[in-house]
Antibody
Framework: EVQLVESGGGVVRPGGSLRLSCAAS????????MSWVRQSPGKGLEWVAG????????GYADSVKGRFTISRDNAKNSLYLQMNSLRAEDTALYHC???????????????WGQGTTVTVSS | QSALTQPRSVSGSPGQSVTISCTGT?????????VSWYQQHPGKAPKLMIY???QRPSGVPDRFSGSKSGNAASLTISGLQTEDEADYYC??????????FGGGTKLTVL
């Protein structure tokens, strides 16, 4: 069974940093692209960032570009999201998800983790 | 990267059919046949229901179907069941390794 387990969430002050991790199991991790998707309390889903199988291609939502960095370590079956210059509007449940598609084009997300909560507050 | 446009809510009675629309632009839905739909029950992770506009993953009932015309995509649920009550989100590839979601639609089964 494919499992994605996020960790690293917590409470951080505005302007602070946080690094999220996603541990993958039950799949050949480097066969797939991965994404981070967030959901603010009571709000809808927002795609945040994506990375292809090798880490050589990444994409970001305009709302996080220049502040967040997605990366992966295929040897550790792990995905990361480095979040800097955090704002109150970044408060959300952050899910990692497996991406299906081709090396330079993500088509859809077919496996999701339960998420880790990030709260940005003073 | 503007969010795709979905109705805030739709409703239907058991056994009826409902259609949820998803309007994008020529930069996303209108150009790429990579529209997907997700179902989310309260407190749960999203579940893939439709991918590549019309494809259903294994295990998703054939009551769920997708379509696209121009810059708009649609999800139709026929033979509504109470367990279909959930939030539904469309999503499209938008170029340069980015994806964009719709704002979500709350389906109420009356």
């Amino acid at each position: 069974e494919v499992q994605l387990v996020e960790s690293g969430g917590g409470v951080v002050r505005p302007g602070g940093s946080l690094r999220l991790s996603c541990a993958a199991s039950g799949l050949t991790f480097d066969d797939y692209g991965m994404s981070w998707v967030r959901q603010s309390p009571g709000k809808g889903l927002e795609w945040v960032a994506g990375i292809n199988w090798s880490g050589g291609t990444t994409g970001y939502a305009d709302s996080v570009k220049g502040r967040f960095t997605i990366s992966r370590d295929n040897a550790k079956n792990s995905l990361y999201l480095q979040m800097n210059s955090l704002r109150a509007e970044d408060t959300a449940l952050y899910h990692c998800a497996r991406v299906r598609g081709v090396p330079f084009t993500p088509y859809y997300m077919d496996v999701w983790g339960q998420g880790t909560t990030v709260t940005v507050s003073s | 990267q503007s969010a795709l446009t979905q109705p805030r809510s739709v409703s239907g009675s058991p056994g009826q059919s409902v259609t949820i629309s998803c309007t994008g632009t020529s930069s996303d839905v209108g150009t790429y046949n990579y529209v997907s739909w997700y179902q989310q029950h309260p407190g749960k992770a999203p579940k893939l229901m439709i991918y590549d506009v019309i494809q259903r993953p294994s295990g998703v009932p054939d009551r769920f179907s997708g379509s696209k015309s121009g810059n708009a995509a649609s999800l139709t649920i026929s033979g509504l069941q109470t367990e279909d009550e959930a939030d539904y989100y469309c999503c499209s590839y938008a170029g340069r390794y980015t994806l964009v979601f719709g704002g979500g639609t709350k389906l109420t089964v009356l």
